[in-house]
């Protein structure tokens, strides 16, 4: 029996149908079945990404949903809620703890209050924001919203929607802090936080009780934006979510579009963009190791790590002409065919870098202090990982194999030998070596692919003006931080009716709480480090 | 031809005696004593920054300082100057008492200490017999001008640093003076100024050996510990507390706590130079008198300043080099391991001079 009998077995009140992935349709009174039916008994446990949507007359939302067992098969639950006016759904925070963060989004944007969720305030915005900004009815007068030159007190109190047991549902509050705890806010402008992230974290010493995250300082509306562009504009934005993997993000959407648009690919293309990623990524890592090792405080480790990167930014200055913003892919190929001597400055810098890699190794991977600092130190559970959908190397140093690259081989990839970096451990140093030991697997793809780019066009013509078919797409590219998604609706239109872009950040953020508890505040800014958020990803 | 500065000394003092009644002359010569010290604790504190800086950027593999001046060598001047004119912020809600007499009490404690080292022949403004324990007793004053600065802030990251550095300071200040305690005990003396005429001969790192040198060793790791700086940086963290005790400082203020961070550093490697390396003293080799005679050419505050500086050079090396402990790593550090060790340290020594086993 496949899975579409299976599910039509299991849930026969529910619309299955076959679009690019296989799309399970219920009402909103079936949605706490169906999440229960999917996580319980089809062992669904990963709720890759939860999207809000506002299909015009009704609000929903969109779980894009798979199995640890096998994370590239994706399955989709969709739901309504009829109401506009006052909409509300069951949460499914208790099966995947993940959506807690991802309810309070789609509350935010759309106005959907999720019942039981145990924290009902709006991410990303104030508490008093007059309307929601992703509803297409939107009313963006500026008047409404003020510019405020005051900043807002942030509030202990949390709402939540209780059902009772007669079925009705009751506002509560409850207090994230009292007033007797020692709270200190770490960010939004704070050395370590990598951005303006905002934790608010209450001590008791130097040992850390509960840590609120304070999200959308840098919220920029990118998905919002985005239904205003075409899609050749729309790419400029992606560059921006994650500034550090660039060029991947960029990937996912150039890949969203073509496969929507069925365009032919030519090889060197996929090898051109997939030497980028690997590029790109080791990139990334250096800079999340040499932030790592400033953070506890060996600051010229920290140099040592941007020296290296510079030699692939140089790299990148001279193929794309951007260095942090590489401006590279396209729809249809890439923006300039590689420069002559990319190959050989590649070649160059591999070697290079494996012996950077053995002294980074030998200088601080090795240091007492260092190892002390981290052995041990905010431990992350297999299960916690999956719950969450801790991606990336923070999920693959708890055992999540995740690797978007292996699981849904996309560009060149299934052509190269690679392990995809497991770990056991779950700490901060397994998070720490993962990043070192997956520079060295980059390292040993772009070898393999260097120097067998096959010769062909670097771009393939397309329409004009960009009409996506109508539909739902949804593709999926491995980056520095974990699994990113691109989900595009559209109505046929040249401009997407929604989109949204899977936050490889927000989980890590969502995990902090969790993982720091009981540990000292100096470990809090360790773990911080070897999670590596940035922020302009989880807030868009 | 004679290039030590007690020469100089001498002819000013008999110069201002011939001419002036007694009253007077010690009168000007106590006030330009205390000019002295003054300038050269500032003019130091410059070198050191620039030092600092430079040595750190070549670890770093950078350039560092290099626009102001030759090699850079008036950016600190420069520098200090901003830090002169620098507006001091007010802050509101502030122990305004306490908040603004802490940072004289740091850098009143560290020129206190300052001037009890011996830095030439013949050149030392406190000298009491009492040398160690002064220079033990006046420098822990600091550690209440950084606990002062972290609670009257009425900021939690400052407050947090102070309480960081109460408990790091007390705790290593156990550590420095059990080591020096071992050398005191090998002299039999106290006195600055009787430790370096008893190391003419030998260093009393040698004449130690093995006890003195895990003196020296736990010595320079508690030193390095209790002049706030890296790996043992807690109360100033800049990753988890931004600047710890000293965050809502401005201007001269905060100036002054970066001076005193920086004469703390020379003035541990100088109490480590005077009471185990020999002080002004040269190095002298018993039994190779050519070598002894050639290197009393070498005048005693070159001798002084090389010892310092190398020492500071090991900090530096130290700092830019490891990464920060954490409060229960660092506190482990002492109690378990460095404060046992010395304890059995001084015990070793006893057991030496007694039975006369050392040089």
């Not at chain 2, 008492?97 to 080292?117: G, K, Q």
């Not at chain 2, 160690?132 to 939690?156: C, D, E, P, Q």
């Not at chain 2, 102070?162 to 007390?170: T, V, Y």
């Not at chain 2, 009471?275 to 070159?302: A, E, K, T």
Request: charged share 20%; with cysteine.
């Amino acid at each position: 029996m496949d899975l579409q009998e299976k599910i039509a077995s299991l849930l026969p009140s529910a619309t299955i149908e076959q679009a690019q992935y296989l799309t399970i349709s219920v009402a909103k009174n079936d949605l706490r079945k169906a999440a229960e039916t999917l996580r319980h008994q089809l062992g669904f446990d990963i709720l890759w990404s939860l999207t809000g949507m506002d299909w015009g007359t009704a609000l929903g939302v969109v779980y894009h949903l798979a199995s640890s067992a096998k994370p590239g098969e994706i399955v989709v639950l969709k739901t309504q809620a009829e109401d506009r006016e006052n909409p509300m759904l069951h949460t499914v925070c208790d099966l995947w703890a993940t959506a807690e963060l991802n309810e309070r989004e789609v509350y935010a944007m759309f106005g959907i209050r999720f019942i039981n969720n145990p924290d009902m305030r709006k991410l990303l915005l104030n508490e008093n924001w007059v309307g929601f900004p992703l509803r297409k009815d939107y009313n963006a007068d500026p008047e409404l919203n003020p510019l405020n030159l005051h900043s807002d007190e942030v509030s202990d109190l949390r709402p939540k929607l209780v059902e009772q047991a007669d079925g009705t549902v009751k506002e509560e509050w409850d207090e994230i802090f009292t007033n007797k705890e020692y709270i200190v806010n770490i960010g939004p402008q704070h050395p370590a936080t990598h951005g303006v992230l905002h934790f608010r974290v209450s001590l008791d010493g130097e040992a850390i009780k509960k840590v609120d995250p304070h999200l959308g300082y840098i919220h920029r509306g990118i998905e919002r934006m985005c239904e205003s562009l075409t899609y050749p504009q729309m790419l400029h934005l992606t560059d921006r979510l994650d500034y550090l993997s660039a060029h991947m993000n960029r990937h996912a959407i150039c890949m969203c579009v073509e496969n929507a648009l069925q365009l032919e690919i030519p090889e060197r293309v996929k090898y051109i963009r997939t030497l980028m990623d690997e590029l790109t990524r080791i990139a990334s890592h250096l800079l999340a190791w040499s932030c790592m090792c400033m953070d506890m405080g060996g600051l010229t480790a920290f140099i040592y790590g941007m020296r290296d990167r510079e030699k692939i930014l140089s790299i990148f200055d001279d193929t794309c002409g951007g260095r942090l913003i590489t401006n590279y892919n396209i729809i249809g190929g890439v923006m300039a065919d590689i420069k002559p001597g990319f190959q050989k400055q590649v070649k160059e810098f591999i070697p290079y870098m494996r012996k950077m890699l053995k002294e980074h190794n030998a200088i601080y991977t090795g240091n007492v202090i260092a190892k002390n600092r981290m052995t041990g130190i905010g431990h992350m559970s297999r299960e916690l990982s999956i719950n969450q959908v801790v991606s990336g190397p923070s999920g693959r140093a708890s055992g999540f194999s995740s690797d978007m690259r292996k699981h849904r081989p996309y560009g060149a990839y299934d052509k190269v030998k690679f392990n995809e970096i497991m770990r056991t451990e779950g700490d901060t140093f397994a998070r720490y070596s993962a990043r070192l030991e997956e520079i060295s697997a980059s390292l040993d793809i772009i070898e393999q692919l260097i120097d067998n780019i096959p010769e062909g066009q670097s771009l393939v013509k397309t329409k004009a003006v960009i009409r996506l078919p109508e539909g739902e797409y949804m593709e999926w590219v491995e980056a520095a931080r974990g699994a990113f998604g691109v989900y595009i609706c559209s109505k046929g239109e040249k401009t997407p009716y929604r989109v949204k872009f899977r936050s490889t950040g927000m989980p890590l953020v969502a995990v902090v709480d969790e993982i720091s508890r009981d540990e000292k505040i100096a470990d809090l800014i360790a773990i911080g480090g070897s999670l590596d958020y940035v922020v302009p990803d989880i807030d868009r | 031809m004679n290039l030590e500065l007690r020469t100089l000394m001498q002819l000013i003092d008999e110069g201002l005696r011939a001419n002036l009644p007694k009253f007077w002359a010690v009168a000007i010569e106590c006030l330009s004593v205390g000019l002295a010290l003054l300038a050269g604790y500032a003019v130091l504190a410059m070198l050191l920054i620039y030092v600092e800086r430079k040595v750190c950027a070549w670890f770093q593999v950078r350039i560092g300082p290099n626009r102001v001046g030759p090699f850079g060598i008036f950016q600190t001047v420069a520098d200090t100057l901003k830090m002169l004119l620098k507006e001091v912020i007010p802050i509101n809600h502030v122990d305004r008492f306490l908040f603004y007499t802490a940072p004289f009490v740091v850098i009143a404690a560290s020129m206190l200490t300052f001037a009890a080292l011996p830095f030439a022949k013949g050149i030392q403004a406190i000298d009491f017999n009492i040398g160690v324990f002064y220079i033990m007793a006046i420098s822990s004053i600091s550690i209440l001008g950084i606990l002062l600065a972290g609670w009257s802030s009425n900021n939690k990251f400052s407050m947090i640093g102070a309480m960081r550095s109460g408990a790091q300071m007390i705790s290593y200040e156990l550590s420095v003076g059990l080591s020096l305690l071992a050398i005191v005990m090998l002299s039999g003396t106290m006195q600055l100024s009787t430790l370096v005429e008893q190391q003419a001969d030998l260093w009393f790192i040698f004449q130690g050996h093995v006890p003195a040198f895990i003196a020296f060793v736990i010595y320079l790791i508690a030193g390095h510990a209790e002049t706030n700086r890296g790996p043992f940086d807690l109360p100033e963290a800049e990753s988890e507390l931004t600047a710890g005790f000293h965050t809502e400082y401005s201007g001269i203020h905060f100036g002054f706590f970066y001076l005193a961070e920086y004469l703390n550093m020379f003035i541990i490697a100088g109490i480590a130079a005077t009471v185990f390396l020999g002080g002004w003293q040269p190095l002298h080799i018993p039994g190779l008198d050519g070598f002894n005679y050639v290197m009393d050419f070498i005048p005693s505050f070159i001798w002084f300043l090389a010892k310092v500086f190398f020492l500071i050079f090991l900090s530096l090396w130290v700092r830019w080099t490891f990464p920060r402990l954490r409060i229960d790593q660092l506190l482990h550090l002492e109690w378990k391991y460095l404060m046992p060790l010395s304890l059995l340290n001084i015990l070793i020594m006893a057991v030496l001079v007694v039975m006369g086993w050392h040089f």
